[in-house]
């Protein structure tokens, strides 16, 4: 089984910075994509950035410049460096890893259960 656990969300005042983590375990034979969704209070579910496994990246024109994705492979494990947070930024922020698993189950998409940040103006 895939457990994906994320970390590091909280309470920052508007212009701070936070780290979230994401840790994926478990049966894996492989990872392709990780990302980020956010889901604000009220609105649906979006993509915010997303790293292939040769680390080529993507974000959404709204933290372009401001936030970072990046990944260990060794540790299976993507992180999110937001910085220069907005109050727009608050969210129930979700991880994502497009996994191959060792059992014989078929490659997909697995999720964490979502890190909170809140970001106040």
């Known amino acids: 089984q895939v457990q994906l656990v994320e970390s590091g969300g909280g309470l920052v005042q508007a212009g701070g910075s936070l780290r979230l983590s994401c840790a994926a375990s478990?049966?894996?034979?492989?990872?392709?994509?990780m990302g980020w969704y956010r889901q604000p209070p009220g609105k649906q579910r979006e993509s915010v950035a997303t790293i292939t496994r040769s680390g080529t990246t993507d974000y959404i024109e709204s933290v372009n410049g401001r936030f970072t994705i990046s990944r260990d492979n060794a540790k299976k494990t993507v992180y999110l460096q937001m910085n220069s947070l907005k109050f727009e930024d608050t969210a129930v922020y979700y991880c994502?890893?497009?996994?191959?698993?060792?059992?014989?189950?078929?490659?997909?998409?697995?999720w964490g259960k979502g890190t909170q940040v809140t970001v106040s103006s």
């Open positions: 994502y890893a497009d996994v191959w698993p060792t059992s014989t189950g078929s490659r997909r998409n697995y």
């Open positions: 478990g049966s894996i034979f492989a990872i392709y994509d």
